[in-house]
Protein backbone atom coordinates (compact mmCIF):
# COMPACT_ATOMS: atom_id res chain seq x y z
CA UNK A 1 0.00 0.00 0.00
CA UNK A 2 1.36 3.49 -0.69
CA UNK A 3 1.05 6.64 1.39
CA UNK A 4 0.11 10.17 -0.07
CA UNK A 5 3.87 11.16 0.32
CA UNK A 6 5.25 8.17 -2.05
CA UNK A 7 4.53 8.36 -5.98
CA UNK A 8 2.62 5.59 -7.34
CA UNK A 9 4.92 2.82 -8.86
CA UNK A 10 4.86 3.03 -12.79
CA UNK A 11 6.23 0.29 -14.89
CA UNK A 12 9.81 1.70 -15.37
CA UNK A 13 10.02 1.80 -11.40
CA UNK A 14 8.15 -0.53 -9.07
CA UNK A 15 7.99 -0.71 -5.81
CA UNK A 16 9.82 -3.47 -3.94
CA UNK A 17 7.74 -5.40 -1.40
CA UNK A 18 7.95 -3.77 2.30
CA UNK A 19 8.51 -7.06 3.82
CA UNK A 20 11.06 -8.65 2.29
CA UNK A 21 9.49 -11.13 0.47
CA UNK A 22 9.94 -11.48 -2.75
CA UNK A 23 5.61 -10.57 -4.73
CA UNK A 24 4.10 -12.73 -7.04
CA UNK A 25 3.23 -10.38 -10.26
CA UNK A 26 -0.46 -10.64 -11.25
CA UNK A 27 -1.86 -9.74 -14.80
CA UNK A 28 -5.86 -9.16 -15.52
CA UNK A 29 -6.06 -8.17 -12.00
CA UNK A 30 -9.15 -6.76 -13.68
CA UNK A 31 -10.86 -9.11 -14.58
CA UNK A 32 -12.86 -11.89 -13.70
CA UNK A 33 -10.76 -14.81 -12.23
CA UNK A 34 -7.50 -11.75 -11.66
CA UNK A 35 -9.81 -9.63 -9.58
CA UNK A 36 -10.34 -12.17 -7.09
CA UNK A 37 -7.37 -14.00 -6.86
CA UNK A 38 -5.57 -11.11 -5.48
CA UNK A 39 -7.11 -10.93 -2.67
CA UNK A 40 -6.93 -14.13 -1.48
CA UNK A 41 -3.28 -14.44 -2.61
CA UNK A 42 -3.06 -11.63 -0.03
CA UNK A 43 -4.95 -13.46 2.60
CA UNK A 44 -2.63 -16.93 1.93
CA UNK A 45 0.32 -14.27 2.63
CA UNK A 46 1.64 -13.68 -0.46
CA UNK A 47 1.96 -9.68 -1.24
CA UNK A 48 1.49 -9.04 -4.76
CA UNK A 49 1.95 -6.26 -7.87
CA UNK A 50 -0.91 -6.01 -9.78
CA UNK A 51 -0.07 -4.93 -13.62
CA UNK A 52 -2.77 -3.16 -15.36
CA UNK A 53 -3.29 -0.99 -18.50
CA UNK A 54 -5.41 1.76 -15.73
CA UNK A 55 -4.48 1.44 -12.20
CA UNK A 56 -8.00 3.81 -11.42
CA UNK A 57 -9.81 0.72 -11.98
CA UNK A 58 -7.17 -1.73 -9.58
CA UNK A 59 -7.64 1.48 -7.12
CA UNK A 60 -11.36 1.14 -7.42
CA UNK A 61 -10.85 -2.66 -5.73
CA UNK A 62 -11.90 -3.00 -2.43
CA UNK A 63 -8.80 -4.46 -1.49
CA UNK A 64 -6.72 -2.05 -3.51
CA UNK A 65 -5.37 -0.67 -0.21
CA UNK A 66 -4.41 -3.47 1.55
CA UNK A 67 -1.08 -4.23 2.96
CA UNK A 68 1.10 -5.93 0.46
CA UNK A 69 -0.67 -4.56 -2.83
CA UNK A 70 1.66 -2.75 -5.06
CA UNK A 71 -0.10 -1.07 -8.80
CA UNK A 72 1.65 -1.14 -11.82
CA UNK A 73 0.67 0.41 -15.15
CA UNK A 74 1.39 -0.64 -18.24
CA UNK A 75 1.07 -2.64 -21.66
CA UNK A 76 1.87 -6.56 -21.99
CA UNK A 77 3.24 -5.80 -25.45
CA UNK A 78 6.12 -3.46 -24.29
CA UNK A 79 8.04 -5.84 -23.19
CA UNK A 80 11.54 -4.12 -21.85
CA UNK A 81 8.83 -1.87 -19.68
CA UNK A 82 6.85 -5.59 -18.56
CA UNK A 83 10.33 -6.70 -17.32
CA UNK A 84 11.13 -3.84 -15.07
CA UNK A 85 7.59 -3.94 -13.89
CA UNK A 86 8.01 -7.43 -13.10
CA UNK A 87 12.34 -7.50 -11.39
CA UNK A 88 12.12 -8.28 -8.14
CA UNK A 89 8.78 -11.09 -8.38
CA UNK A 90 9.26 -14.77 -7.50
CA UNK A 91 6.06 -15.91 -9.88
CA UNK A 92 3.90 -13.81 -12.44
CA UNK A 93 0.10 -14.82 -13.46
CA UNK A 94 -0.88 -14.75 -16.67
CA UNK A 95 -4.55 -14.01 -17.03
CA UNK A 96 -4.73 -12.09 -20.17
CA UNK A 97 -7.25 -13.63 -22.76
CA UNK A 98 -9.05 -11.75 -25.67
CA UNK A 99 -12.86 -12.35 -25.91
CA UNK A 100 -14.47 -9.95 -28.36
CA UNK A 101 -12.48 -10.92 -31.71
CA UNK A 102 -12.45 -14.03 -33.34
CA UNK A 103 -10.60 -15.21 -36.06
CA UNK A 104 -6.25 -14.97 -36.87
CA UNK A 105 -6.12 -11.21 -36.06
CA UNK A 106 -6.77 -12.05 -32.33
CA UNK A 107 -5.20 -15.49 -32.03
CA UNK A 108 -2.25 -13.58 -33.62
CA UNK A 109 -2.24 -10.56 -30.47
CA UNK A 110 -2.70 -12.94 -27.95
CA UNK A 111 0.12 -15.05 -29.16
CA UNK A 112 2.09 -12.10 -29.51
CA UNK A 113 1.29 -10.60 -25.91
CA UNK A 114 2.47 -14.53 -24.55
CA UNK A 115 5.64 -14.01 -26.22
CA UNK A 116 6.04 -10.51 -24.85
CA UNK A 117 5.21 -11.97 -21.23
CA UNK A 118 7.62 -14.75 -21.35
CA UNK A 119 10.40 -12.96 -22.47
CA UNK A 120 9.98 -10.44 -19.84
CA UNK A 121 9.91 -12.95 -17.51
CA UNK A 122 13.16 -14.55 -18.55
CA UNK A 123 14.66 -11.19 -18.08
CA UNK A 124 13.74 -10.23 -15.12
CA UNK A 125 14.27 -13.37 -13.24
CA UNK A 126 10.95 -14.31 -12.55
CA UNK A 127 11.16 -18.45 -10.95
CA UNK A 128 7.59 -19.36 -12.56
CA UNK A 129 4.84 -18.34 -14.72
CA UNK A 130 1.14 -19.62 -13.84
CA UNK A 131 -1.35 -19.56 -16.75
CA UNK A 132 -5.18 -20.40 -17.04
CA UNK A 133 -5.89 -22.32 -19.74
CA UNK A 134 -8.66 -23.70 -21.22
CA UNK A 135 -9.42 -27.41 -20.79
CA UNK A 136 -10.35 -29.62 -23.78
CA UNK A 137 -8.91 -32.35 -26.38
CA UNK A 138 -5.66 -31.55 -28.58
CA UNK A 139 -5.75 -32.29 -31.83
CA UNK A 140 -6.96 -30.61 -35.08
CA UNK A 141 -10.65 -30.64 -34.19
CA UNK A 142 -10.01 -27.53 -31.68
CA UNK A 143 -12.64 -24.49 -32.10
CA UNK A 144 -10.39 -21.40 -32.95
CA UNK A 145 -10.94 -20.15 -29.11
CA UNK A 146 -9.58 -23.34 -27.97
CA UNK A 147 -6.58 -23.31 -30.29
CA UNK A 148 -5.69 -19.79 -29.36
CA UNK A 149 -5.54 -21.21 -25.98
CA UNK A 150 -2.94 -23.97 -26.73
CA UNK A 151 -0.80 -21.46 -28.92
CA UNK A 152 -1.00 -19.21 -25.76
CA UNK A 153 0.41 -21.87 -23.72
CA UNK A 154 3.33 -22.84 -26.23
CA UNK A 155 3.91 -18.93 -26.23
CA UNK A 156 4.68 -18.89 -22.69
CA UNK A 157 7.29 -21.86 -22.50
CA UNK A 158 8.81 -20.49 -25.29
CA UNK A 159 11.27 -18.93 -22.89
CA UNK A 160 13.35 -20.26 -19.98
CA UNK A 161 10.95 -19.98 -16.84
CA UNK A 162 8.99 -22.78 -15.97
CA UNK A 163 5.49 -22.74 -16.59
CA UNK A 164 2.76 -24.00 -14.90
CA UNK A 165 -0.44 -24.19 -16.93
CA UNK A 166 -4.08 -25.08 -15.15
CA UNK A 167 -6.73 -26.15 -17.95
CA UNK A 168 -10.10 -25.51 -16.55
CA UNK A 169 -13.44 -26.15 -18.73
CA UNK A 170 -16.61 -23.99 -17.46
CA UNK A 171 -16.23 -22.03 -14.58
CA UNK A 172 -19.15 -21.69 -12.25
CA UNK A 173 -19.49 -18.42 -10.35
CA UNK A 174 -21.34 -15.30 -9.72
CA UNK A 175 -20.44 -13.40 -12.98
CA UNK A 176 -18.53 -15.53 -14.99
CA UNK A 177 -19.18 -15.19 -18.68
CA UNK A 178 -19.94 -19.44 -19.06
CA UNK A 179 -22.27 -19.29 -15.95
CA UNK A 180 -24.14 -15.99 -17.08
CA UNK A 181 -24.96 -17.74 -20.42
CA UNK A 182 -26.17 -20.76 -18.73
CA UNK A 183 -28.50 -19.06 -16.27
CA UNK A 184 -30.38 -16.90 -18.71
CA UNK A 185 -30.75 -19.18 -21.52
CA UNK A 186 -32.52 -21.34 -18.18
CA UNK A 187 -34.55 -18.52 -17.02
CA UNK A 188 -35.82 -17.03 -19.90
CA UNK A 189 -36.63 -20.08 -22.28
CA UNK A 190 -38.44 -22.91 -21.03
CA UNK A 191 -38.08 -23.70 -24.69
CA UNK A 192 -34.84 -24.00 -26.14
CA UNK A 193 -33.80 -25.02 -29.63
CA UNK A 194 -30.24 -25.80 -29.34
CA UNK A 195 -27.42 -27.22 -31.44
CA UNK A 196 -26.43 -29.84 -31.46
CA UNK A 197 -23.25 -29.49 -28.85
CA UNK A 198 -26.34 -29.17 -26.50
CA UNK A 199 -24.89 -33.06 -25.51
CA UNK A 200 -21.21 -32.52 -25.27
CA UNK A 201 -19.65 -33.64 -22.45
CA UNK A 202 -17.91 -31.21 -19.85
CA UNK A 203 -16.98 -30.99 -16.34
CA UNK A 204 -17.58 -27.47 -14.81
CA UNK A 205 -15.65 -26.62 -11.59
CA UNK A 206 -16.47 -23.44 -8.93
CA UNK A 207 -14.36 -20.76 -9.13
CA UNK A 208 -13.19 -21.22 -5.62
CA UNK A 209 -11.71 -24.22 -6.81
CA UNK A 210 -10.00 -22.70 -9.20
CA UNK A 211 -8.81 -19.90 -6.57
CA UNK A 212 -7.57 -23.06 -4.43
CA UNK A 213 -5.60 -24.55 -7.57
CA UNK A 214 -4.04 -21.17 -8.65
CA UNK A 215 -2.62 -20.09 -5.38
CA UNK A 216 -1.53 -23.73 -4.59
CA UNK A 217 0.40 -24.41 -6.92
CA UNK A 218 3.18 -22.33 -6.09
CA UNK A 219 3.35 -24.36 -2.87
CA UNK A 220 4.23 -26.90 -4.54
CA UNK A 221 7.29 -27.43 -6.63
CA UNK A 222 6.26 -30.39 -8.64
CA UNK A 223 3.93 -28.61 -10.25
CA UNK A 224 6.26 -26.02 -11.98
CA UNK A 225 6.52 -26.66 -15.90
CA UNK A 226 3.61 -29.09 -15.89
CA UNK A 227 -0.01 -29.30 -17.92
CA UNK A 228 -2.66 -29.77 -15.16
CA UNK A 229 -6.39 -30.26 -15.99
CA UNK A 230 -8.49 -29.24 -13.40
CA UNK A 231 -12.26 -29.95 -12.62
CA UNK A 232 -15.04 -30.22 -10.17
CA UNK A 233 -16.47 -33.72 -9.52
CA UNK A 234 -19.15 -33.93 -12.29
CA UNK A 235 -18.93 -34.55 -15.42
CA UNK A 236 -22.63 -33.71 -17.39
CA UNK A 237 -23.51 -32.32 -20.68
CA UNK A 238 -24.94 -29.13 -21.11
CA UNK A 239 -28.23 -30.17 -21.46
CA UNK A 240 -27.89 -31.83 -18.32
CA UNK A 241 -26.09 -28.44 -16.81
CA UNK A 242 -29.24 -26.42 -17.96
CA UNK A 243 -31.79 -28.87 -16.03
CA UNK A 244 -29.55 -28.65 -12.71
CA UNK A 245 -29.55 -24.44 -13.08
CA UNK A 246 -33.50 -24.71 -13.77
CA UNK A 247 -33.77 -27.42 -10.34
CA UNK A 248 -31.65 -24.21 -8.60
CA UNK A 249 -33.83 -21.85 -9.96
CA UNK A 250 -37.33 -23.39 -8.85
CA UNK A 251 -38.13 -23.60 -12.27
CA UNK A 252 -39.78 -26.47 -14.01
CA UNK A 253 -37.64 -28.75 -16.54
CA UNK A 254 -36.77 -26.92 -19.68
CA UNK A 255 -37.56 -28.76 -23.17
CA UNK A 256 -34.18 -28.80 -25.45
CA UNK A 257 -34.84 -29.92 -28.90
CA UNK A 258 -31.12 -30.11 -30.85
CA UNK A 259 -30.84 -29.52 -34.04
CA UNK A 260 -27.91 -29.73 -36.76
CA UNK A 261 -28.08 -26.86 -38.22
CA UNK A 262 -27.53 -24.18 -35.28
CA UNK A 263 -23.94 -22.36 -36.66
CA UNK A 264 -21.72 -20.73 -33.45
CA UNK A 265 -22.50 -17.36 -35.33
CA UNK A 266 -26.12 -17.95 -34.89
CA UNK A 267 -26.16 -19.56 -31.69
CA UNK A 268 -23.68 -16.09 -30.23
CA UNK A 269 -26.45 -13.74 -31.74
CA UNK A 270 -29.46 -16.02 -29.99
CA UNK A 271 -27.19 -15.86 -27.09
CA UNK A 272 -26.69 -11.94 -27.48
CA UNK A 273 -30.54 -11.25 -27.25
CA UNK A 274 -31.39 -13.86 -24.63
CA UNK A 275 -28.61 -12.89 -22.18
CA UNK A 276 -26.53 -9.85 -21.45
CA UNK A 277 -23.52 -10.70 -23.31
CA UNK A 278 -22.32 -9.13 -26.37
CA UNK A 279 -22.43 -11.64 -29.71
CA UNK A 280 -18.75 -10.97 -29.89
CA UNK A 281 -18.19 -12.50 -26.64
CA UNK A 282 -20.52 -15.40 -26.88
CA UNK A 283 -19.23 -16.80 -30.09
CA UNK A 284 -15.77 -17.83 -28.98
CA UNK A 285 -17.87 -19.46 -25.85
CA UNK A 286 -20.32 -21.32 -28.35
CA UNK A 287 -17.98 -22.44 -30.32
CA UNK A 288 -15.48 -23.88 -27.80
CA UNK A 289 -18.67 -25.61 -26.91
CA UNK A 290 -18.52 -28.10 -29.76
CA UNK A 291 -15.15 -29.93 -27.51
CA UNK A 292 -15.48 -32.17 -24.84
CA UNK A 293 -13.50 -30.47 -21.86
CA UNK A 294 -13.10 -33.37 -19.33
CA UNK A 295 -10.37 -33.74 -17.00
CA UNK A 296 -8.09 -36.92 -18.65
CA UNK A 297 -5.63 -36.77 -16.16
CA UNK A 298 -5.44 -36.41 -12.23
CA UNK A 299 -2.06 -35.28 -11.73
CA UNK A 300 -3.67 -31.82 -10.14
CA UNK A 301 -5.34 -33.89 -7.70
CA UNK A 302 -2.54 -35.71 -6.69
CA UNK A 303 -0.04 -33.38 -6.16
CA UNK A 304 -2.43 -30.80 -4.67
CA UNK A 305 -5.26 -32.82 -2.53
CA UNK A 306 -8.27 -31.14 -2.51
CA UNK A 307 -11.96 -32.13 -2.57
CA UNK A 308 -13.76 -29.61 -5.39
CA UNK A 309 -17.24 -28.95 -4.65
CA UNK A 310 -20.44 -30.76 -6.19
CA UNK A 311 -21.69 -28.34 -9.21
CA UNK A 312 -25.63 -27.95 -7.56
CA UNK A 313 -23.79 -26.58 -4.48
CA UNK A 314 -21.50 -24.17 -7.32
CA UNK A 315 -24.41 -23.40 -8.78
CA UNK A 316 -26.75 -22.32 -5.59
CA UNK A 317 -23.32 -20.46 -3.88
CA UNK A 318 -23.20 -18.43 -6.96
CA UNK A 319 -27.06 -17.81 -7.43
CA UNK A 320 -26.84 -16.88 -3.55
CA UNK A 321 -24.63 -13.84 -4.86
CA UNK A 322 -26.51 -12.77 -7.45
CA UNK A 323 -29.52 -12.50 -5.51
CA UNK A 324 -27.73 -10.77 -2.44
CA UNK A 325 -26.41 -8.54 -5.25
CA UNK A 326 -22.50 -9.47 -3.78
CA UNK A 327 -21.20 -10.45 -7.19
CA UNK A 328 -17.56 -9.54 -6.78
CA UNK A 329 -16.29 -9.80 -9.98
CA UNK A 330 -17.94 -10.08 -13.44
CA UNK A 331 -16.72 -10.76 -16.85
CA UNK A 332 -17.71 -7.68 -17.82
CA UNK A 333 -15.27 -6.16 -15.35
CA UNK A 334 -12.11 -6.34 -18.06
CA UNK A 335 -11.24 -3.63 -19.90
CA UNK A 336 -13.41 -1.24 -22.70
CA UNK A 337 -16.41 -4.05 -24.04
CA UNK A 338 -18.42 -2.99 -26.71
CA UNK A 339 -21.84 -3.46 -25.94
CA UNK A 340 -21.43 -3.52 -22.25
CA UNK A 341 -25.00 -3.85 -20.64
CA UNK A 342 -25.80 -1.47 -17.63
CA UNK A 343 -26.36 -4.64 -15.35
CA UNK A 344 -26.18 -5.90 -12.15
CA UNK A 345 -26.77 -9.46 -12.60
CA UNK A 346 -29.34 -8.48 -15.52
CA UNK A 347 -29.34 -6.57 -19.13
CA UNK A 348 -31.04 -2.80 -18.00
CA UNK A 349 -33.02 -1.31 -21.16
CA UNK A 350 -33.12 2.37 -21.03
CA UNK A 351 -35.17 5.24 -22.29
CA UNK A 352 -33.76 8.33 -21.76
CA UNK A 353 -34.78 11.71 -22.61
CA UNK A 354 -34.22 15.24 -21.98
CA UNK A 355 -35.73 18.75 -22.10
CA UNK A 356 -34.86 22.37 -21.15
CA UNK A 357 -37.74 24.15 -19.76
CA UNK A 358 -37.77 28.14 -19.11
CA UNK A 359 -38.83 27.33 -15.81
CA UNK A 360 -36.79 26.71 -12.38
CA UNK A 361 -36.19 24.15 -10.83
CA UNK A 362 -38.67 24.70 -7.92
CA UNK A 363 -41.27 24.67 -10.47
CA UNK A 364 -40.51 22.06 -12.73
CA UNK A 365 -40.51 19.74 -9.78
CA UNK A 366 -43.53 20.71 -8.26
CA UNK A 367 -45.13 19.83 -11.72
CA UNK A 368 -43.20 16.36 -11.83
CA UNK A 369 -44.71 15.66 -8.44
CA UNK A 370 -48.05 15.97 -9.87
CA UNK A 371 -47.84 12.81 -11.89
CA UNK A 372 -50.52 10.36 -11.10
CA UNK A 373 -53.41 10.16 -9.48
CA UNK A 374 -56.60 12.37 -10.20
CA UNK A 375 -53.97 14.27 -12.27
CA UNK A 376 -53.32 11.81 -14.43
CA UNK A 377 -49.83 11.78 -16.63
CA UNK A 378 -50.08 14.62 -18.62
CA UNK A 379 -50.50 12.64 -21.62
CA UNK A 380 -51.60 9.26 -23.32
CA UNK A 381 -53.75 9.12 -19.85
CA UNK A 382 -56.19 6.58 -22.09
CA UNK A 383 -53.04 4.45 -22.46
CA UNK A 384 -52.32 4.07 -18.38
CA UNK A 385 -55.62 3.87 -17.98
CA UNK A 386 -56.04 0.39 -19.92
CA UNK A 387 -52.81 -0.11 -18.48
CA UNK A 388 -54.22 0.03 -15.18
CA UNK A 389 -57.35 -2.28 -15.82
CA UNK A 390 -55.18 -4.93 -17.47
CA UNK A 391 -52.61 -4.61 -14.48
CA UNK A 392 -55.84 -5.15 -12.12
CA UNK A 393 -57.18 -7.88 -13.88
CA UNK A 394 -54.09 -10.01 -13.28
CA UNK A 395 -53.62 -8.90 -9.61
CA UNK A 396 -51.58 -5.50 -9.70
CA UNK A 397 -52.96 -2.59 -7.90
CA UNK A 398 -53.85 -0.85 -11.21
CA UNK A 399 -54.51 2.68 -10.87
CA UNK A 400 -56.91 2.42 -8.00
CA UNK A 401 -54.37 3.45 -5.23
CA UNK A 402 -54.08 7.00 -6.51
CA UNK A 403 -51.97 9.14 -4.46
CA UNK A 404 -52.04 10.78 -0.83
CA UNK A 405 -52.25 13.93 -1.67
CA UNK A 406 -52.69 15.90 -4.94
CA UNK A 407 -50.09 17.90 -4.94
CA UNK A 408 -47.08 16.78 -2.79
CA UNK A 409 -45.19 13.36 -2.60
CA UNK A 410 -43.10 11.74 0.49
CA UNK A 411 -40.52 8.57 0.30
CA UNK A 412 -42.96 5.25 -0.09
CA UNK A 413 -46.30 7.04 -1.18
CA UNK A 414 -48.00 5.47 -3.53
CA UNK A 415 -48.75 7.02 -6.78
CA UNK A 416 -51.25 4.75 -8.63
CA UNK A 417 -48.67 1.71 -9.29
CA UNK A 418 -45.92 3.34 -8.81
CA UNK A 419 -44.04 3.61 -5.72
CA UNK A 420 -42.10 6.49 -4.37
CA UNK A 421 -38.02 5.39 -4.00
CA UNK A 422 -36.69 9.00 -3.70
CA UNK A 423 -36.89 11.86 -3.08
CA UNK A 424 -34.99 15.05 -3.40
CA UNK A 425 -36.37 18.56 -3.36
CA UNK A 426 -35.97 20.58 -6.15
CA UNK A 427 -33.32 18.17 -8.25
CA UNK A 428 -34.90 14.26 -8.10
CA UNK A 429 -37.64 11.93 -8.23
CA UNK A 430 -37.59 8.40 -8.53
CA UNK A 431 -40.55 5.61 -8.94
CA UNK A 432 -40.04 2.01 -8.95
CA UNK A 433 -43.26 0.24 -10.74
CA UNK A 434 -45.49 -2.38 -8.64
CA UNK A 435 -48.01 -3.54 -11.66
CA UNK A 436 -47.35 -6.44 -12.44
CA UNK A 437 -44.67 -7.17 -15.14
CA UNK A 438 -41.96 -9.20 -15.83
CA UNK A 439 -39.39 -7.79 -14.78
CA UNK A 440 -38.25 -4.71 -12.95
CA UNK A 441 -39.08 -0.70 -14.18
CA UNK A 442 -38.16 2.28 -12.36
CA UNK A 443 -38.99 6.10 -13.54
CA UNK A 444 -36.73 9.02 -12.81
CA UNK A 445 -37.02 12.60 -13.08
CA UNK A 446 -33.76 14.59 -12.77
CA UNK A 447 -33.62 18.52 -12.51
CA UNK A 448 -30.67 20.66 -13.34
CA UNK A 449 -30.25 24.62 -13.30
CA UNK A 450 -29.60 26.14 -16.48
CA UNK A 451 -28.51 29.39 -17.31
CA UNK A 452 -26.68 31.90 -15.87
CA UNK A 453 -29.43 33.27 -12.98
CA UNK A 454 -31.23 29.70 -12.59
CA UNK A 455 -34.16 30.29 -13.96
CA UNK A 456 -34.27 27.25 -16.39
CA UNK A 457 -34.09 24.06 -16.04
CA UNK A 458 -33.00 20.70 -17.62
CA UNK A 459 -35.22 17.88 -16.87
CA UNK A 460 -33.84 14.46 -17.57
CA UNK A 461 -36.34 11.67 -17.91
CA UNK A 462 -35.26 8.35 -17.93
CA UNK A 463 -37.22 4.70 -17.92
CA UNK A 464 -35.33 2.09 -16.91
CA UNK A 465 -36.65 -2.05 -17.74
CA UNK A 466 -34.55 -4.93 -16.47
CA UNK A 467 -36.35 -7.86 -17.77
CA UNK A 468 -37.31 -11.68 -16.33
CA UNK A 469 -37.37 -14.40 -18.64
CA UNK A 470 -38.50 -14.59 -22.31
CA UNK A 471 -41.90 -12.71 -21.65
CA UNK A 472 -39.76 -9.68 -20.64
CA UNK A 473 -37.43 -9.45 -23.35
CA UNK A 474 -40.94 -9.77 -25.20
CA UNK A 475 -42.88 -6.79 -22.98
CA UNK A 476 -40.18 -4.54 -23.71
CA UNK A 477 -40.09 -4.51 -27.47
CA UNK A 478 -44.00 -4.57 -27.72
CA UNK A 479 -43.75 -1.42 -25.64
CA UNK A 480 -41.45 0.25 -27.14
CA UNK A 481 -43.40 1.64 -30.20
CA UNK A 482 -45.26 3.31 -26.94
CA UNK A 483 -42.96 5.32 -25.51
CA UNK A 484 -42.78 8.47 -28.15
CA UNK A 485 -46.10 8.93 -27.34
CA UNK A 486 -46.15 8.05 -23.62
CA UNK A 487 -42.73 9.22 -22.57
CA UNK A 488 -42.43 12.40 -25.07
CA UNK A 489 -45.69 13.57 -23.88
CA UNK A 490 -45.14 13.66 -20.25
CA UNK A 491 -42.23 15.46 -20.96
CA UNK A 492 -44.32 17.99 -23.34
CA UNK A 493 -46.86 18.06 -20.41
CA UNK A 494 -44.41 18.88 -17.44
CA UNK A 495 -42.83 21.70 -18.85
CA UNK A 496 -46.20 22.90 -19.79
CA UNK A 497 -47.21 22.77 -16.06
CA UNK A 498 -44.10 24.24 -14.70
CA UNK A 499 -44.48 27.13 -17.61
CA UNK A 500 -48.40 27.66 -15.96
CA UNK A 501 -47.16 27.32 -12.07
CA UNK A 502 -44.32 30.21 -12.67
CA UNK A 503 -47.29 32.05 -14.70
CA UNK A 504 -49.00 31.78 -11.14
CA UNK A 505 -46.15 32.82 -9.17
CA UNK A 506 -45.78 35.83 -10.85
CA UNK A 507 -49.09 36.71 -10.59
CA UNK A 508 -48.92 36.25 -6.71
CA UNK A 509 -46.11 38.11 -6.92
CA UNK A 510 -43.90 35.38 -5.40
CA UNK A 511 -41.30 35.72 -7.67
CA UNK A 512 -40.50 33.08 -10.67
CA UNK A 513 -38.11 31.05 -8.43
CA UNK A 514 -40.13 30.45 -5.19
CA UNK A 515 -40.41 27.39 -4.57
CA UNK A 516 -43.23 24.94 -3.20
CA UNK A 517 -43.52 22.70 -0.52
CA UNK A 518 -43.15 18.88 -1.71
CA UNK A 519 -41.56 16.73 0.24
Not at 174 to 192: D, K, N, Q, V
Request: glycine share 10%; net charge neutral; hydrophobic share 40%.
Amino acid sequence: MHSDQTPPPTASSPTPAADGERPVFVTGVTGYVGGRLVPRLLDAGYSTRCFARDRRKVEARVWAERDGVEIVEGDVADTAALARAMTGCRAAYYLVHSMIAAGAEYADRDRALAESFAAAAEQAGVERIVYLGGLGETGDGLSEHLASRREVEHALASGAVPVTVLRAAMIIGSGSASFEILRYLTERLPLMVTPWWVRTACQPIAIRDVLFYLIECLRVPETAGRTLDIGGPTVARYDELIQIMAKSLGLTRRLIVPIPVLTPRLSSFWIHLVTPLDHRIARPLAEGLRNEVVVRDDSARQLMPHEPIAIERAIDLALGRVEAHAVETSWSDAGPVPGDPDWAGGKTYVDRREKLIPAPPAAVFKAVCRVGGGHGWYAADWLWRVRGAMDRLVGGPGLRRGRRHPETVSYGDALDFWRVRHVEQDRRLDLRAEMKLPGEALLSFEIEPHGERGQQSRLIQTARFMPRGLSGLLYWWAVVPLHHVVFEGMLGGICRAAMVEVDAARARGDGPGEASPAA
